[in-house]
């Protein structure tokens, strides 16, 4: 469209009456220009909270890690468990420890710190001091403290901010906790940090030294990994340095270490990002409809400005130019309101990614500005960018008289079945889109717009022939007004069907989420009824809501094997371990019923014969390992073990929520033989027939001898506990829905405000026939209802297509969990419910103001 | 072992402690900042008073005496030597173990070997005579899970991570240091008893009891070997000399450096001579040294007994400072004249302590026949005052 040019038309052309025309307009009209404003500021605060959700997360993550790692590039580290320290001494006597730093770690809290997760990092400071320099250059810090930090047991170092906010000066001593024991810490000294970003990673941080470390965690003889610094230009290094290596270590970047964690994270984050975007596609279909509004509202006016000699590109300008005081002001409005909502958002999202995937011991990372302009930029651009049809409209308005509006409504039915018809295309390449065999997330969810877009384009069409179907009922009930109001609607169809797409869009986004989370709530209860067999269960305290992988005092163990009143004591070991894809969460059972107590996706056999393999040396796979992976039953596992690489034979596939990252299931012997290891991380208990799980708790609370703090509940509430995370979880999908219906909300509000305004004259000459106040009530509240209910009718299919593409695509591919498609109607009447009452609330207003305008006043007013 | 050496003995522990602290401050690869040095010029020195200290004569016993002494605060192994190529290309080199505690003994462990009451510091210097290239290193470490120590039993060894000197023998030592870029492996033979300085072996520094040290030599270590520098690799032999000290102590005040003289004759004498840098100038009461026979026995020097004319300097284009760069020594009512140059200038390491070491050789009579020699000199106090800081 070369005629168009509005940049230059802006700058050198545009005559001062013209900027003088856009502004009165939009003064002109504060309410709309208002909605508008309201409407984008919205859109732009909700993308911008998630995303400065999803920014802090990812940020508290890295420092979290960077805390831990520092300057590392590699690290030395098990394939399970931990290092022996002898390796780090033979690295050093060896002469190839130049640049090596040992460290243990471990997450600690403590009541006076606060309670939070803390890092306990336990370093060598005499070879720490190119890794993390936390005791470096330019950090103040009292030298007096040297001395005890190295030689006195239990002394920690703590930032001076988060010393100072408890209440802790040097020379005190206070409790800290680890996996259940309370060890009692000496406070040597404080840190203070040269830089802030510095200072956030210190106040997730107790320093102290590697011994203390060793002692306060009982890792004792045994280190977590061995820091590394290779130069680049030397990679041969790192391949001489594994070589000499023992069995069951590992070598590898750091990069690869903290990536896979990201990862896990990433398909969160994404679908997070994606329903933000809703809230402001919403916001655009009120722009849009809003900007269309005030194009045909001033079409003679267009038409006079072209035959005055204003050229078409002048006329787009125009148009333009409102669209970038509605889109600067609302994105503005947006990124304050953002950051408002993100005080709640921040919160949930980390709290999710806490209980689903790591423990960041890195708090208030501040606002990433990063986050605000990508708000304020997409904000302003997708405001213009929606402008752009509307501006062309305009700009094509050819000078002298402008058309008749009824000419552009015979074109809007043409244009209805067209957008129809496109719709349908729209939807139909978007479910094309699932079809691409891929893990990426970004098809799946550009097919989900594309077919809500489809369904929002087929709504006019929808909408048509709802009305029309409507027509007698009404007519029936109201009498002539009764037929009057769809036939209104039908007639302005090119403003009223967007209006109800964007209404029916929002329900139909409430509809969709709250299917797909009933769907999921619904899958987990029956899942934790299958696989919960135990009446009691035993773990000890865990940051994480994931499966705890903190070893139980195994002077519990030797108690309950011999505890009265049991049937049975199955013990879990849960940990991670390395396998050339990467880290795994591993299970290792007891259960001799395990076969029994999964629901199986597939299978090689019938529960006995799957827990008969599983003893020979099978494994089974969580669903979301194995789509991870790709690997079914009949296929095998490669997993490194301290003797080298073996293959696991996989007997099994099973449906299992507990992470999105996935776990597998091995027979506890095989994992001692194999690993060595003989920690137990959780304990089911099975009472003998009659006894009172409760009662059983209670006697083991009290009965147990052993000096860590445990967490012993019975079933019932080990269930609440994890539909409680569940909820959590969710928490902030729901409230991403109830922004987005807020949006939607002012958009129908805007839109029907338009809409009545307009009709002023023909309401005015309705008034002078003799409509009285209540009919004139009566008549916009039964357009207003219509559209509500109508677009509450059309969100229901698109409600449903949403949840099952929420479902069987993106919740499938983000986090491979299939889940049970559970049709609740509740979500339905809600969804109309919403849909009506948003409508009705939204005709309130230009009802009143209608019904209490003079005909002579309304008539005159154009 | 004189007063003087102690002073420089226990200036050096100090010394320790100081790199140690500083250490921990900076990676090696950092530049010293402000922050760092107040933090390293203001150490708080550790409490003294639950330390052993060196309170009269000492009955020595060998290998033993050789390991560590963990009751007293500050302890080093001292090894330097000139070595040539059979075509006569002359190397020098120092290798270094110093020991300082910063608790008295034992180390409360709860368990964890790394636990440590013992910092590590260890110089490891080479100097190339005929490229006139000197290099050097520092390495620093706890005294603990095996990354550093040093010990008697059941052979003497004393090392920090790859860098050690153990016995493998009757009075044989295997020594090997290693950086990136050169190399040192050598097999030491003691050919003479051990020395002990001063009054068998103890030398009481100041009016104070207890502030002395006790003091052994090795002084005189044939050494073969081999030697690398980069991809070259030489076979090399020459002679090595080593120093073994511990105490509890802190120094005087009125001192700002030291010199220290550690000589090898062909006549089969050696000959320890060290000199304090005084403030005010004068002549320090507590300079002292050794005469060490052909046979092994020893003669002490009192500041009173011998005289140490400089007669070049040689400014160091890293620090600045200057030094003396060569000596005349006389041992007065003997006929011992000695003239003692570096084997080359630039022998100054620039350690948290910028210093002087360097091999010298030494031509001159002894007791009226012509004499020959080399030997290594240190020299503190030039590039900055020791004075204060400890």
Redesign the interface.
């Known amino acids: 469209m070369k005629r168009i040019a509005p940049g230059r038309a802006i700058k050198t052309q545009y005559p001062r009456i013209l900027v003088r025309l856009g502004w009165q307009y939009v003064v002109h009209h504060a309410w709309q220009s208002f909605l508008m404003v309201l409407g984008i500021a919205l859109g732009v605060a909700v993308m911008v909270s998630i995303d400065l959700a999803n920014a802090s997360a990812s940020r508290a993550f890295m420092l979290s890690a960077e805390a831990v790692t520092g300057k590392a590039t590699h690290q030395i580290a098990p394939i399970s468990g931990m290092l022996d320290e002898s390796i780090y001494t033979n690295l050093r006597i060896s002469g190839n420890g130049e640049l090596a730093a040992p460290v243990v770690t471990g997450l600690v809290s403590s009541e006076v710190l606060g309670g939070a997760p803390l890092q306990l990092l336990g370093i060598d400071p005499f070879a720490d001091s190119p890794f993390r320099g936390y005791l470096g250059s330019g950090n103040k810090f009292d030298t007096g403290a040297l001395t005890p930090f190295l030689t006195r047991p239990g002394a920690v170092l703590l930032s001076a901010e988060l010393a100072g906010r408890s209440g802790l000066t040097p020379g005190e001593s206070f409790a800290l906790n680890f996996e259940g024991r309370t060890r009692e810490v000496y406070l040597a000294g404080t840190l203070a940090a040269a830089d802030a970003l510095t200072r956030r990673s210190l106040n997730g941080v107790v320093l102290a030294d590697i011994a203390t470390a060793q002692e306060l965690t009982g890792k004792i003889g045994r280190i977590d990994r061995i820091d590394l610094i290779l130069p680049e230009d030397e990679p041969d290094r790192a391949a001489a340095l594994q070589a000499d290596l023992p069995a069951g270590v590992r070598l590898e970047t750091v990069e690869s270490r903290n990536g896979s964690i990201e990862q896990m994270t990433a398909a969160f984050q994404l679908n997070l990002t994606a329903l933000s975007m809703l809230a402001l596609v919403v916001g655009l279909f009120l722009i849009y409809n809003t900007m269309t509004f005030s194009v045909v509202r001033r079409r003679s006016l267009f038409g006079t400005l072209r035959s005055l000699g204003v050229t078409r590109s002048e006329v787009f300008a125009l148009v333009i130019g409102e669209a970038l005081i509605v889109g600067v002001a609302g994105s503005l409005l947006g990124l304050g309101l953002g950051i408002l909502l993100g005080r709640n958002t921040v919160g949930m999202v980390s709290q999710t990614v806490n209980d689903l995937y790591f423990t960041t011991t890195v708090r208030g990372v501040g606002i990433p500005v990063s986050s605000l302009v990508k708000g304020g930029v997409i904000g302003v651009f997708a405001t213009l960018a929606t402008a752009v049809p509307p501006a062309v409209e305009a700009a094509l308005v050819e000078p002298r008289a402008a058309q008749l509006r009824s000419g552009l409504e015979k074109k809007t039915r043409l244009i209805t079945w067209l957008m129809g018809l496109s719709g349908l295309l729209l939807a139909g390449s978007g479910v094309l889109l699932f079809q691409i065999p891929t893990k990426n997330n970004v098809p799946g969810l550009v097919g989900t717009v594309l077919v809500v877009i489809g369904f929002a384009m087929l709504s006019a069409v929808g909408m048509r022939g709802l009305l029309m179907a409507v027509t007698p009922l009404t007519g029936r009930l109201f009498g002539s007004l009764g037929r009057m109001a769809p036939r209104n609607l039908v007639s302005t169809l090119s403003r009223t069907a967007v209006a109800v797409a964007a209404l029916m869009v929002a329900v139909a986004v409430t509809i969709g989420v709250s299917l797909m989370i009933g769907s999921f709530r619904h899958t987990v209860t029956v899942w934790l009824e299958q696989t919960l067999q135990g009446d009691v269960y035993i773990s000890a305290p865990s940051f994480t809501a994931n499966t705890s992988t903190i070893s139980i005092d195994p002077q519990v163990m030797e108690q309950v094997a011999v505890w009265p009143g049991l049937a049975r004591a199955d013990w879990l070991r849960s940990t991670v371990i390395e396998s050339p894809e990467g880290q795994v969460r591993i299970s290792a059972t007891t259960n001799p019923d395990v076969g029994k107590e999964r629901l199986f996706k597939a299978s090689s056999g019938n529960p006995d014969e799957i827990t008969q393999a599983l003893r020979e040396g099978s494994v089974l796979l969580s669903e979301p390992l194995a789509n991870r992976l790709g690997l079914t039953i009949g296929d095998t596992l490669l997993l490194y073990t301290p003797t080298g690489e073996k293959a696991f034979p996989v007997a099994g596939v099973f449906y299992d929520y507990a992470s999105s990252e996935g776990s597998l299931l091995i027979w506890m012997e095989q994992f001692r033989q194999i690993w060595g290891d003989t920690a137990v991380t959780s304990i089911g208990l099975r009472l003998l027939p009659g006894s009172d799980p409760d009662q059983v708790v209670r006697e083991l609370q009290s009965g147990l001898q052993t000096d860590q703090q445990l967490i012993i509940r019975p079933n019932r509430s080990l269930r609440q506990d994890v539909m409680e995370v569940f909820d959590r979880t969710f928490a902030i999908t729901a409230a991403l829905q109830i922004l987005a219906t807020i949006v939607a909300f002012i958009g129908v509000l805007s839109t029907l405000l338009l809409l009545q305004l307009e009709k002023q004259r023909e309401i005015g000459v309705l008034r002078a026939l003799g409509l009285t106040g209540k009919q004139l009530w009566l008549l916009v509240m039964l357009e207003t209802g219509l559209m509500g209910l109508t677009a509450g009718i059309l969100a229901a299919p698109t409600g449903v297509a949403l949840s099952l593409i929420l479902i069987y695509v993106i919740n499938l591919r983000s986090f491979g969990w299939t889940l049970q498609f559970d049709m609740n109607p509740g979500a339905f009447a809600m969804g109309l419910l919403i849909a009506v009452s948003a409508a009705l609330l939204a005709g309130v207003v230009p009802a009143w103001r209608l019904s209490r305008m003079e005909a002579a006043e309304a008539i005159r007013y154009e | 072992m004189s007063k003087t050496r102690f002073r420089v003995a226990a200036a050096v522990a100090v010394l320790v402690v100081l790199i140690?602290?500083g250490?921990?401050?900076?990676?090696?690869?950092?530049p010293?900042?402000q922050?760092?040095m107040s933090?390293v010029l203001?150490?708080?020195i550790?409490v003294e008073g639950q330390f052993a200290r060196a309170e009269g004569l000492r009955e020595f016993s060998f290998p033993l005496d050789h390991g560590q002494h963990p009751e007293f605060q500050t302890e080093w192994w001292y090894y330097t030597g000139n070595l040539q190529t059979v075509e006569g290309r002359r190397f020098g080199y120092e290798l270094t173990f110093f020991r300082r505690a910063?608790?008295p003994p034992p180390?409360?462990?709860?368990?964890?070997?790394?636990?440590?009451?013992q910092?590590y510091l260890a110089h490891f210097a080479l100097s190339d005579i005929e490229t006139q290239a000197f290099r050097y290193q520092e390495l620093?470490?706890?005294g603990?899970?095996?990354?550093a120590g040093a010990q008697s039993e059941p052979a003497f060894e004393v090392?920090l991570?790859?860098w050690s000197v153990r016995q493998i023998g009757n009075n044989r030592y295997a020594l090997s240091a290693?950086t990136?870029d050169y190399e040192l492996k050598l097999d030491l033979t003691d050919l003479k008893v051990p020395v002990l300085q001063g009054n068998r072996g103890y030398s009481q520094k100041g009016p104070e009891a207890g502030n002395a040290s006790y003091y052994i030599s090795q002084s005189r270590l044939e050494t073969s070997g081999e030697l690398r520098i980069g991809e070259n690799v030489w076979d090399v032999s020459g002679l090595s000399w080593m120093d073994h000290e511990f105490s509890t102590s802190a120094l005087s005040a009125g001192q700002v450096g030291w010199n220290w003289f550690a000589i090898q004759l062909d006549n089969g004498s050696e000959l320890m001579l060290f000199t304090l840098q005084r403030e005010d100038g004068e002549l320090d009461p507590f300079n002292g040294g050794t005469i060490i026979e052909p046979d092994g026995a020893t003669r002490m020097l009192s500041s009173a007994d011998f005289q140490v004319e400089i007669r070049e300097t040689w400014r160091s284009p890293h620090s600045g400072a200057e030094y003396p760069s060569e000596w005349v020594i006389t041992i007065l009512n003997e006929e011992i004249r000695l003239s003692i140059k570096p084997l080359m200038p630039d022998q100054e390491l620039n350690t948290f302590i910028t210093y002087w070491e360097g091999a010298v050789e030494v031509q001159g009579e002894w007791n009226g026949v012509p004499v020959n020699g080399f030997g290594y000199v240190e020299l503190t106090g030039y590039a900055e005052s020791m004075q204060g800081k400890f």
């Open positions: 140690a602290v250490w921990l401050f900076f990676s090696p690869d950092k010293v900042d922050a760092g933090m203001a150490p708080a550790p910063l608790t180390a409360l462990s709860n368990g964890s070997v790394w636990r440590a009451n910092v620093l470490s706890r603990a899970a095996g990354l090392w991570e790859d290693n990136e």
